[in-house]
């Protein structure tokens, strides 16, 4: 299965099965230089890329696909005052209604041609259109991205925050004294006591289980502690209220982040171990065959029966764009999934 053909499974997946994304990335050398590898996918699919940039243009490019697309229009203004973009270019680009643009060459022209060149406005307007070009091409408005808070996967969709990474600089805190460490050991047991609650309320979500915890996860986080650091922590995961309660309004949402975890550990291993490719045909058919092996142990199948299915033209194993439509004809209606 070509890496393109993947690719059309990959989308089939994002426009008709799935409400939820899991994303994350890590480090991953090519051709001598530093880059990444960002992995996408959830219970039925997997797909792994390689970029040398991490932004968040690059994750709306990375689910474009191959249908690159950048789009003038209402949404993407709309975007652009989310994100709080200087009203002066707001005005500016809106004076164009909806206006669609070949290429990526074809909007950089169009930002040149307007001395549009502050760097901080000019990302800002890229992410705009291509959120607007990526729903123009059928990708759900409503799909929630779930991630363990890298700061680039948030804002374009709805964002879920896995709760463990959340937990992570309350365990790291180093108290100066018995009264700090008693102060950050209540406040980390009082955390994992609501990450129960809510855990416990997935199972079996009621109205009045929903505003219990809420209320309990407020007075936990404006708990008043004479530690300056915890104080910090405390205003932090205030601000992720949104992102970290996602999973109320949407119960059947993962608390955590270990799946796209577990499926990226692989780049992690053959980074420190090999390094990095060298040729751009090397770095796709890393990306492909983790993609095709992940996919596989999803369905429970053995990626090298697959691959020798497919090489020899047995055809006795199903195709993984089939199984992967019959496993999400399976989990249609089904609330545990998203779907």
Known sequence: MSLLLFLFTFYFLLFACSRMLLVDDTGARHDGQSGYCTVIGNDI??????????????????????????????????????????????????????THFLDKAAWEAFLDDHKLFAKEQRRKATEAVLKAGLLNNGFPEAMIIHSDGARQFDTVFAHSLCWFHASRPLAKLIPANKQERAARDWMEKQFW???????????????????QIEQDFDSWVTTQVNY?????????????????????????????????????????????????????????CRDTFASLKKT????????SRYLKDRISGTGLIPQLSDMIRQKSAQLMGSPAYGF
């Not at 270990?258 to 490719?277: A, D, F, H, P």
């Open 45 to 98: 699919f997997t797909v792994f890329a390689s970029t040398a940039s991490k932004s968040r243009i690059n994750f709306l490019t990375l689910l474009q696909g191959k249908r690159r697309s950048h789009v003038l229009n209402p949404v993407a203004l709309s975007y652009m005052k989310q994100v709080e973009m200087a009203d002066k270019w707001v005005t500016t680009l809106s004076a164009y209604g909806e």
């Open 193 to 211: 006591c609501l990450y129960d609650d809510v855990e416990a309320y997935c199972q079996a979500p009621t109205a009045g289980r929903k505003a």
């Open 228 to 284: 300056t650091d915890l104080r910090s922590i405390l205003g932090q995961l205030h601000r992720a209220r949104e992102e970290l309660l996602l999973v109320l309004e949407y119960p059947w949402l993962p608390l955590h982040n270990n799946l796209s975890e577990r499926q990226i550990r692989e780049c992690v291993k053959r980074r420190k171990i090999s390094g990095g490719t060298r040729s751009s045909l090397g770095k796709s």
């Open 296 to 303: 596989c142990k999803l369905h429970g199948v053995s990626f």
